[in-house]
């Protein structure tokens, strides 16, 4: 019970973190946060980027491609075991409705610490599907070391998504506009989209959550 009161604040922090960062953008000038795609299997078992160095509030969209994959999160020396207080997308498979074209996870980073990546589905993790955000500078840790213990590791599967949330992808973000004006009256009616639906996804996994 502790652990999903748990989950259940996390997906609550993505919802608010989104709302204030808007915020704070708009009336204090703080720089904006970044926003990074990262494509799950787009080519074979391969995340794109495999590295990434990111900073605290930066929001991070895992599209997935191709096939059943997810993303979750070990620690460094467990590759292909999801760690509690990680991140879990869930399984993505192409026909199930839950694929590149409609759906996305998303998660802010919290710290720079560094997050070792994973995907779930079947083998793939052993066969090298990982990849590792703020990778320790200086450190005999690497994505290829990562990998190279990956391949004996036994893979564990989350039961349940955290750390995250999964939403409907924001349409006509993507659609090259004629005018900077209309592009952004767009953009900014697909941001609260995707907010109204993420919100609406944290309400009713808490819904969820209330009756186990
Ligand atoms: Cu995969």
Known sequence: MRYQMLTTAALAAVALADDSSSASATTTGIPATSTY???????????DPETLTASPGDLLNFHFYNGNHSVAQSSYDSPCQAQDNGIFSGFFAGGSGKDEDSKVFSMRLNDTNPMWLYCAAGEHCKAGMGMVINAPSGSDQTLSSYKDKAKSADVKVPSSVYGGVVHDKPQGTTTASASSASATKKSGAAVVAARGSMLGLVGGLVGVVMLL
């Open 37 to 47: 795609d990262i494509k799950v299997g787009s080519d074979n078992l391969k995340f």
